[in-house]
Structures are given as C-alpha cells and as structure tokens.
C-alpha cells in the first residue's frame, strides 16, 4: 500500500494530502470506483451534494470493511442551499445519502457573491463544526476579496480553499493568501481534466522519469504543497495516480512546469457564477 503524506490542518486535523475524486460519476458507477481506489490505497474522498453521488461513496465505504476513523469523507453544500438554515437542512440530507454521522470536511461549493449568503452560510458551518458533525469546515473557489469578507465577520479561518489549479492555472497570489492565512490549498481538476498530458514539458520529464504524464503533473502538486484529488473511473488509472510515491522531480523539472502557467481556467469564474 503507498504511504500518502498529510497535511495538518489549521484546526490540527489530519488531512491525506492525496484523495480520490468523483465528479461528473454517475451514482450507480461510483461505489465500484471508490472501491477500486479504496482497495489501491486512498483513504480520502471528495464528493459534493451537487455530484448526486453521495450514495455510492457511502456504499463503498461501508463495502470496504475500512475502519471510519482511517478514512478522510469531504462533501459540499450545493448554492441554492447556501443560508443558515438552509445549509444545515442540506447537511442532514447530505450525511443520510452518505449513511454517515459525520464528515471529514464540508465545504461552501462556490461564494456566489452575487447571492451574498457565504456568510449567513458560514456560521451555520461553524454550528455543525462546534456539534462535531464534521471535523473541519472550509471553502472552494474562494476569491481573496471573499475570504478577507469571512475574516471581517468570523473568527473561524477557513481549513481548507479547494481550486481550480493545474499546470495551466497555477493561481499563485491565491496559494500565497492561503499560506499566509493558514488555510491549506486543494486543487481540484488537478489534471486539467487531462489537457495539458500532451504538453512537449510534461511528455519529456515523464519519459526521463519512466513514468506517465499524470504522474508527473500529480508529483508536481505534491512537491509544491498542494493537496490533490484527481478523479478517474479507469481502474488502471486510479492505481497509476497514487503510484507518484518512488520519484522525485529536480529544481529544473519544477521550473519547467511552473513555466507552463497561462491563466487557463477550464471551470468557471468565481467571481462570476452566481
Ligand atoms: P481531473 O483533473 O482529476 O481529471 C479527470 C480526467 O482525467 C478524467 O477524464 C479521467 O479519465 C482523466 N484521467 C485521470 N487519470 C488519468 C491518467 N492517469 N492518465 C490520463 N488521464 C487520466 O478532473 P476533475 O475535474 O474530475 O477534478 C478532480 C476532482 O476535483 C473532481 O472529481 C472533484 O472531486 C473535484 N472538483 C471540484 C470542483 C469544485 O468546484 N470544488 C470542480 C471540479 C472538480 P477517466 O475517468 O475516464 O479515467
């Protein structure tokens, strides 16, 4: 079994610092993909209220036989359930379809500034933090502007920011606001959906290394600090993710993809989607 690094939490929970993702997998295909990823290794997995596969994730886990404590379970509260109220009754349905009693981390999907209920949002997550209905409580496609508005009114930083961040959009002033804040970064999209596996940059350091090109991108986020949750349903792929544990990319490997950042969002506009 690969021995994933961690990440400790601003609130001193313990995060794998690689996960499994299941976005965009039908319900009824996502028991035997987290299956397959349990049984390769991964003991944490990101799914959201809005992937309407919160089921599968919690049928695979309790196939896995994998004690609940080992595991690391992140969900998040969809948009139109953002409001105090609202977003603890979203909780409970989320935490039955998962038949669990607690998550890991729950995050706001998106700020929606336009809505301008992140904040009303967030002390109901800090009620649902204080009852111990989940470990941690953050954020994803937070924008500084919206994590300075949560400081100004709440003493509870963020544990986590999940963005979009690959080679191709490396988000550097956001990865610096975090660290500077203490929230942890988690790239979602951490392939680019697989774009950027036919960059010339990529393709050459893998062939140095004998590895693949998703090997290589995933080494990337992992020497830089990012926590990763790429998503695959190809068995072969989901073992292939968690093998980035036996090589090592150099200074100039690094430089080399660092130089591949172009403002490339694949996903939406946080500033934007409301
Ligand atoms: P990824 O960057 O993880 O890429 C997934 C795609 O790459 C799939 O098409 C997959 O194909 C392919 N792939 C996976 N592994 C390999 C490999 N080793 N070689 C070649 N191709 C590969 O994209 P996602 O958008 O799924 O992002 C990962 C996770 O991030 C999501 O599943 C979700 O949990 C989270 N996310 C969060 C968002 C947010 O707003 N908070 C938004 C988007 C994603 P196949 O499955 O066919 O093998």
Do not use: C
């Amino acid at each position: 079994m690969p021995s994933v690094p961690t990440v400790t939490l601003n609130n001193g929970v313990v995060m794998p610092q690689l996960g499994f993702g299941v976005f965009q997998v039908p319900d009824d295909e996502t028991a035997p993909a987290v299956s397959e990823a349990l049984a390769a290794g991964y003991r944490s997995i990101d799914t959201a209220a809005l992937y309407g596969n919160e089921r599968g994730v919690g049928e695979a886990v309790r196939a896995s036989g994998i004690a609940r404590e080992e595991l690391f379970i992140t969900t998040k509260l969809w948009n139109s359930d953002q409001g105090h109220d609202e977003a603890l009754a979203a909780f409970d349905a989320s935490l039955d379809k998962l038949g669990m009693d607690y998550v890991d981390l729950y995050l706001i999907h998106w700020p929606t500034p336009a809505r301008d209920k992140y904040v009303d949002t967030w002390r109901a997550f800090e009620k649902l933090l204080a009852e111990g209905r989940t470990r941690a409580i953050g954020v994803s496609n937070f924008q500084p502007a919206h994590l300075d508005r949560l400081a100004q009114t709440s003493d509870t930083v963020p544990a986590v920011n999940q963005i979009e961040l690959h080679p191709g959009l490396q988000q550097r002033e956001l990865r610096e606001y975090d660290r500077a804040h203490g929230i942890a970064t988690e790239a979602w999209s951490p392939l680019a959906q697989g774009a950027l596996l036919k960059a010339d940059t990529v393709t050459g350091i893998a062939g140095r290394h004998g590895v693949t090109p998703a090997q290589v991108v995933l080494r990337w986020h992992l020497q830089i600090g990012n926590v990763v949750i790429p998503k695959s349903v190809t068995p072969e792929r989901i073992r292939q993710n968690i093998d980035v544990f036996g090589f090592e990319l150099d200074e100039s490997e690094l430089a080399a993809i660092d130089a591949l950042d172009e403002g490339m969002r694949t996903g939406l506009d946080p500033d934007t989607f409301n």
